[in-house]
């Protein structure tokens, strides 16, 4: 009996330290979350996840048009344009208050669900808690558990506030990452690439040219290296 209780106090010590892990369990028990978070589509938490995602895009969409009005700053103050620079100024003020709204927006709504996220997961493990003898079981038989009423309130608050807190930058990391990896590719490769090809090939076209009247002999070379560095920049390409 004694080497018996040894054991089993070594065992609670052991699955007292046993530390969480990113596995099928965990995935398991969070999408069992889900479901009681989002019991249904036309529940007031899934219109509010939406309203969220649709506040969220957008918002980056102003916050790109926002980005991009410095560099139109530079051709309106070189030109001494008044006209264009007071609206291109009141166009910045519009989205600069847009953004404003929009980021406001978006934190009321992370609040909203945080606040109607944590009613609904502690009023379904009250029901559990307070079914049949479960309260009996986890305060009295159950020595590894300490102070579950304590463990529902604070977890599910913690649990809540990290995911509102979570729920609108997971939603527009893959929407910002393709749209400024698309934005990128447009801008800096597409349209430089082919303008610097063009240059090149009229400058080395001019080149041999003149090249051509000095040394003829050299100017066939100087044709034929300039024609292979361009075709391999577009195979690359």
């Not at 051509?212 to 024609?227: G, N, S, W």
């Amino acid at each position: 009996m004694p080497q018996q209780t040894v054991l089993s106090g070594k065992a609670q010590e052991q699955q007292k330290y046993i530390r969480p892990k990113l596995d099928l369990q965990f995935l398991r028990r969070f999408l069992r979350v889900m479901v009681i978070l989002f019991p249904n589509w036309t529940s007031q938490n899934v219109l509010m996840f939406l309203t969220l995602l649709f506040v969220a895009l957008f918002e980056q969409l102003v916050i790109y048009q926002v980005g991009v009005l410095p560099s139109q700053y530079y051709q309106i103050l070189g030109s001494k344009d008044l006209t264009g620079f007071k609206s291109l100024t009141f166009i910045a003020v519009i989205l600069i208050i847009i953004n404003s709204t929009l980021k406001s927006f978006d934190q009321f709504i992370s609040n909203l669900m945080y606040v109607n996220w944590r009613k609904t997961l502690t009023e379904y493990l009250h029901s559990l808690y307070f079914n049949g003898r479960a309260y009996y079981i986890l305060n009295v038989l159950r020595e590894d558990i300490d102070n579950p009423d304590q463990r529902i309130s604070q977890d599910v608050e913690r649990f809540c506030r990290q995911l509102s807190t979570m729920a609108s930058k997971l939603l527009i990391t893959p929407f910002t990452l393709c749209y400024y990896t698309y934005q990128c590719f447009s801008r800096l490769i597409m349209y430089p690439f082919k303008s610097n090809f063009l240059i090149v090939a009229d400058s080395g076209w001019k080149y041999n040219a003149n090249m051509k009247e000095r040394c003829p002999y050299l100017a066939p070379m100087i044709v034929q290296r300039t024609m292979t560095f361009l075709h391999e920049s577009l195979i690359e390409f």
